[in-house]
């Protein structure tokens, strides 16, 4: 029962041109981690009625992190998405998906970070829409 409820809230804050895959996505994260997810989401929408925003990934095998790696589209080999801590996310606006340096990432940092998430944005190599769990 608490986990329909808490679908039907994040299924409401989603956009919902896929929202099976978003709720899949959602899922595979940690309880710990969706919850925070969750408020993340409500907090962004409220801040940026106008634009669209969508999980882009959340979990993430070992063995797709190191496909990554030797891709050269990550940095590391040890990545919270792979215990399930960690989500990334896009901002879509009149139908187009919008870049780090062109969306209010940087709002949505601070929602993040207030959440006391780690913001991707604050790396070295930026990751704008990244966002993961920081063990206290
Ligand atoms: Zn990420």
């Keep these: 029962m608490k986990k329909l409820l808490i679908i039907l809230i994040f299924l409401n804050l989603v956009s919902s041109a896929y929202p099976e895959s978003q709720e899949s996505k959602l899922s595979k994260l940690q309880p710990k981690m969706m919850v925070i997810t969750i408020h993340f989401l409500a907090q962004a929408k409220k801040a940026f009625p106008k634009y669209k925003l969508f999980l882009a990934e959340t979990y993430r095998t070992q063995k797709r ?17 792979t215990q399930g801590l960690a989500f990334d996310i896009y901002f879509v606006k009149k139908g187009r998906i919008l870049e780090g340096n062109e969306a209010p990432y940087k ?3 601070q929602i993040g970070k207030d959440l006391g998430l780690t913001w991707g944005g604050d790396w070295k190599v930026r990751d704008y829409g990244h966002f993961e769990y920081k063990e206290k």
């Design 65 to 81: 992190q190191d496909y990554l790696y030797g891709k050269k589209r990550t940095w590391t080999k040890h990545s919270k998405h």
């Design 107 to 109: 709002e949505l940092g």
